[in-house]
């Protein structure tokens, strides 16, 4: 398959080849200057992230290399962490992978600890208690809101009205995602399976193994369920029947629907696959091939 650039190059060359001798050669000599700068900028890739960090009046920021001294075990899996990649821009950027989340520690390493970094977590609402010296801060921010800084998009899922617990406080970011060590996914993040993982420590009963298997678990749990929240019971994507066929191919034959050649028609029109009395053990069965309880 030819490659969109190609495809577009193709074309101003069929348009230049229409126009006067000259201009045409012109024009082929700039498009061929061009053409390969825009094909080496679109390839191009970004390996750091770029983050704003917050001021704190009366700390400064010192680089994540300072917290091995005291945090070699976690300093030591960090350096794998997607978050380590964190950084500020300009020519005294500064590794603050740790302080991109825990703020500002210079008075925290000066008073060997005994200061508390700016920003300490805890499940659920934030604390109106002080921690250590007191700073001209505001109190420690709840892990989750610490984590909102840069995935407002995250935030807004979890304002949905069917969502995991987090802005309740019975659920923290950290329980599925780990900010220290490797992919942010506790499961890993190359393999769906991996992030079912995740999934089933709180959900074992979904896990099987089943006599006869939902494919859709081998994609991953996310295939049907939003992990943050949606606008559908059980964070599902989709509400009907939809959700179902976007796999499951459907033929129209005589103005019936035919769906793994069984005609359907009728049991669309009965509610959804899941609670129609038709496929409503959707994670596997042990009984039915047409998964059914």
Request: charged fraction near 20%.
């Amino acid at each position: 398959m030819k490659s969109p650039v190609k495809i577009r190059w193709q074309r101003t060359r069929k348009i230049v080849n229409r126009l006067p001798g000259r201009c045409g050669r012109w024009l082929a000599l700039m498009g061929g200057v061009v053409v390969p700068l825009l094909v080496v900028i679109s390839c191009s890739t970004v390996s750091r992230s770029v983050v704003q960090l917050p001021n704190v009046p009366g700390a400064t920021y010192i680089g994540s290399e300072q917290c091995d001294t005291c945090h070699d075990n976690i300093y030591k899996d960090f350096v794998t962490a997607d978050h380590a990649r964190l950084m500020v821009r300009g020519t005294n950027a500064l590794d603050a992978g740790c302080e991109s989340c825990h703020g500002p520690c210079s008075t925290h390493a000066e008073s060997g600890g005994d200061t508390k970094p700016p920003y300490i977590f805890t499940s659920g609402r934030s604390e109106t208690g002080s921690y250590g010296a007191r700073l001209a801060v505001t109190p420690a921010r709840s892990e989750e809101t610490v984590c909102y800084q840069c995935h407002a998009d995250v935030r807004a899922q979890f304002q949905l009205p069917d969502h995991h617990p987090v802005p309740e406080g019975r659920m923290a970011c950290s329980d599925c995602h780990d900010p220290h060590k490797g992919s942010i996914y506790l499961g890993g993040g190359t393999s769906a399976l991996s992030e079912n993982e995740m999934c089933l420590r709180c959900h074992p009963a979904e896990r099987g193994p089943y006599v006869f298997e939902h494919e859709a678990m081998r994609e991953g749990c996310t295939t049907c369920h939003n992990p943050h929240g949606s606008v559908n019971a059980k964070l599902l994507n989709v509400r009907d029947a939809n959700l179902c066929l976007r796999c499951h191919f459907q033929q129209l034959n005589g103005g019936r629907i035919y769906i793994g050649g069984v005609d359907h028609s009728a049991s669309l029109q009965e509610g959804t696959c899941w609670t129609a009395g038709c496929h409503e053990a959707v994670h596997g069965s042990q009984v039915s091939p047409s998964l059914r309880f």
